[in-house]
């Protein structure tokens, strides 16, 4: 099973600032990586696939790189929607595992 | 609209059982793999099970696989989980999700139910 390492556990960052989060992976899983957002009592919802690309209706202010065992997801001006917790999966291979989450609240 | 409705989640007993569903609609169901992820509470996300668009290949968590058994009805456009031998670490919202494109490869979701809740305690 891969593991999936997400930090930090929760990111304190004032609106408009940059904020950067990361995922690692226990073994090299290429691009097979994708970010959700979740708003508390909300569904996650898709950001960004094959580490990089951003899903339909995302705003630019969210990118993703990375690949391997490395990725980032930044959110370059955070807007007060943008505060809710943030999971890596990866879908390389069976079982699809996640990451614990990194929690970006207000400062 | 693009729609997942989960239903079925209730409080059980440990060693009972529950099916939950998911009726799907604004899509074409047959044509797209299908997952279910649960999140127990304050917790993350858990991948359980996944289903090929045919329904042959199937694909469980560790955690659950022989208590579990994810199928679907492409002609009743609904996914189902049947949940045997509850334990109370099964206790979480179960979510069916969508996988992104057609087909039974690049598993990741891209389109998710509100949820469903299952309770497993005495």
């Known amino acids: 099973e891969i593991v999936m390492t997400q930090s930090p556990a929760t990111l304190s960052v004032s609106p408009g600032e940059r904020a950067t989060l990361s995922c690692r992976a226990s073994q090299t899983i290429s691009n097979n990586l994708v970010w959700y957002q979740q708003k508390r009592g909300q569904a996650p919802r898709l950001l960004i696939y094959g580490a990089s690309t951003r899903a339909t209706d995302i705003p630019a202010r969210f990118s993703g790189s990375g690949s391997g065992t490395e990725f980032t997801l930044t959110i370059s001006s955070l807007q007060s929607e943008d505060f809710a917790l943030y999971y890596c999966q990866q879908f390389n291979s069976w079982p699809l595992t996640f990451g614990q989450g990194t929690k970006v609240e207000i400062k | 609209e693009v729609q997942l409705v989960e239903s079925g989640g209730d409080l059980a007993q440990p060693g009972g059982s529950l099916r939950l569903s998911c009726e799907v609609s604004?899509?074409?169901?047959?044509?797209?793999?299908m997952t279910w992820v649960r999140q127990a509470p304050g917790k993350g996300l858990e991948w359980v099970s996944g289903?090929?668009?045919?329904?042959?290949?199937?694909y469980y968590a560790d955690s659950v696989k022989g208590r579990f058994t994810v199928s679907r009805d492409n002609s009743k456009n609904t996914l189902y989980l049947q949940m045997n031998s509850l334990r109370a670490e099964d206790t979480a919202v179960y979510y069916c999700?969508?996988?992104?494109?057609?087909?039974?490869?690049?598993?990741?979701?891209?389109?998710w139910g509100k949820g469903t809740t299952v309770t497993v305690s005495s």
């Open positions: 289903i090929s668009v045919g329904g042959g290949i199937k």
């Open positions: 999700a969508r996988k992104h494109g057609a087909g039974d490869y690049n598993f990741y979701m891209d389109v």
């Open positions: 604004g899509f074409t169901f047959s044509i797209y793999a």
